[in-house]
């Protein structure tokens, strides 16, 4: 859980991916992620509400300077791919 938003010490890390935490990007509560957190996506493609493929809808995330909230891929050598790209909105 997430405790001190000032502080990564209790930052929490989601997975994406078959087997993970999230079976996509878009099952994520993103309103629930806090600075400091991390999602990694797992390769895979991934179904989005956004009706385009591999999208994904960043909506409600606020990090800060100190303390981003932190997207990234679980490998360098196969990297998720965004082929409809990434939508960020709701004061992200």
Same mark, same amino acid.
């Given at each position: 859980?997430?405790?001190?938003?000032? !502080? #990564?010490?209790?930052? #929490?890390?989601?997975? =994406? /991916?078959?087997?993970?935490?999230?079976?996509?990007?878009?099952?994520?509560?993103?309103? @629930?992620?806090? &600075? %400091?957190?991390?999602?990694?996506?797992?390769?895979?493609?991934?179904?989005?509400? *956004? /009706?385009?493929?591999?999208?994904?809808?960043? !909506?409600? =995330? =606020? %990090?800060?300077?100190?303390?981003?909230?932190?997207?990234?891929? @679980? !490998? =360098? !050598?196969? &990297? &998720?791919?965004?082929?409809?790209? *990434?939508?960020?909105?709701? /004061?992200?």
């Amino acid at each position: 859980m997430v405790g001190a938003y000032g !502080s #990564t010490a209790w930052a #929490t890390t989601y997975t =994406v /991916g078959a087997g993970q935490t999230f079976a996509t990007p878009e099952l994520i509560a993103w309103s @629930s992620i806090h &600075p %400091g957190d991390t999602i990694v996506i797992y390769p895979g493609t991934y179904p989005s509400l *956004l /009706g385009t493929g591999n999208s994904m809808l960043l !909506s409600g =995330v =606020v %990090g800060t300077a100190a303390n981003p909230i932190t997207v990234e891929g @679980s !490998s =360098v !050598s196969s &990297p &998720p791919k965004l082929d409809g790209g *990434l939508l960020i909105a709701g /004061g992200s």
